[in-house]
């Protein structure tokens, strides 16, 4: 690939609202994955494809990231952008124009999303095509929970976007099924003068503007295995499918178990991901679930298809099936089908 000046701005701000009461505790991009924080996978892709600096906004517990990531990671140099009011998707841009604009191209990436990044393939289409902006797109039927979907034509260019259309555009010669966008965009420096300072919507107020105008917004629709972690179940799914490495994770039965957790030899573990400073206690099960760092699980407990949070102690004999308990935490309200018991919430998942 053609040496280029590639600068990023990986999105970290967000509230993980729907993913609480865990992230009362950690912000959603330092979510660990196989023992590495979500966001921190795509900082390492991002260095592999010789990225010259990636900028993380922050806003909701935003010392946590910089305390964990530091000046640099993996060699790639790192800089923050804190926002005293969150700013969305467009306004993210602003304040670190004069680091991005340097750039031949601006990668933008969502901080949540979990994907083996086919970064070189966006690059090199990006380029070839001359687009204003490439979107990294998935085969995945649209739902609305992830955004509705995008509209191309067979040569990628996207016509169609929530239902916002290229100015006379038909339906003739665009793929008749919409495809989510997965959480990668590649920014022409040229676009960054249209960015004002004031929060926004990249769609609404960047790519809707462009289709009204003619410009060319291009795609790469790929297959890879692509999460977007925005719900408890999502990332319980998320981390075992990325467990099983080329396995769908629903094959996948061996386990994850981090080299500074204590488990007990008589503790039969199965599609387990076990994160640093776990204990297990004796008689144990544990199956197709994820336990994070510091939890405590007491003697006989069952464990099955569930998140057991940070620093969580389960009792002994204790039986948890399609659920995710963290410690209580004052500023979370219970929501639907949430209950409390002691010091722990137990939050139903939906597998």
Known sequence: MKKYRLRALVLTAGFGTRLRPLTCFVPKPLLPVCGEPVTGRTLRSLGRIGCEVAVLNTHYLAPKIPEYFGKSYYGLPLRYSHEPEIQGTYGALFAPLSVLSKADAVIMVNGDSLCRWPLKSLIRKHFKSGAAATLLLHRRRPEDTLGG??????????????????????????????????GVHILSPQLLNRIENRPGDIITDLYQPLLDEGALISSVVTGRAWHDLGTATRYLEASLDWAGGRLPGSMWRGNKVSALAEVSRNAPLSRALVEQHVQIARGSTIQSSLLL??????????????????????????NIEKRMINRFDKQHELGPGESSMGDLVYTPLDL
């Open 293 to 318: 760092e510091g939890a405590r699980i007491g003697e006989g407990c069952r464990i099955k298809d569930s998140i057991v949070g940070p620093g969580v102690v389960l009792a002994p004999a204790s």
């Open 149 to 182: 979907g995008v509209g191309i034509s067979s040569s990628g260019r996207v016509v169609r976007i929530r239902d916002h259309r290229l100015r006379g555009e038909t339906s003739q010669g665009v793929s008749s099924r919409g495809h989510v966008f997965a």
